[in-house]
């Protein structure tokens, strides 16, 4: 089965930072809007981030001026550089389409602890 696969997290101090990767396939990533979701234990899933075909960016308030999505249409590869982290970032990162999302990968766990 097509999947999207999430890499790239891992226990960090805050203040920290942490880049996540997420591969999918062509008939996935396409020309669509991709986007960064996160769920923290107990919390339903939000977007955090999503980026545009044409390198369109938005971001939750959240995290705004401290994450930045990009993308590699070329290698069909999505990232997440996330800077100045803190105990609330901590959750599992997913990727997927903003419209017409496809099954969830696995995620990545990310922990910003002392």
């Known amino acids: 089965q097509v999947q999207l696969a999430e890499s790239g997290g891992g226990l960090v101090q805050p203040g920290g930072s942490l880049r996540l990767s997420c591969a999918a396939p062509?008939?996935?990533?396409?020309?669509?809007?991709m986007g960064w979701y996160r769920q923290a234990p107990g919390q339903q899933r939000e977007l955090v981030a999503h980026?545009?075909?044409?390198?369109?960016?938005n971001y939750a308030d959240s995290v705004k001026g401290r994450f930045t999505i990009s993308r590699d249409s070329a290698k069909n590869v999505v990232y997440l550089q996330m800077n100045s982290l803190k105990p609330e970032d901590t959750a599992v990162y997913y990727c997927?389409?903003?419209?017409?999302?496809?099954?969830w990968g696995q995620g990545t766990q990310v922990t910003v602890s002392s």
């Open positions: 980026i545009t075909d044409n390198g369109n960016t």
């Open positions: 062509r008939s996935i990533f396409g020309p669509v809007t």
């Open positions: 997927n389409r903003l419209i017409q999302p496809r099954p």
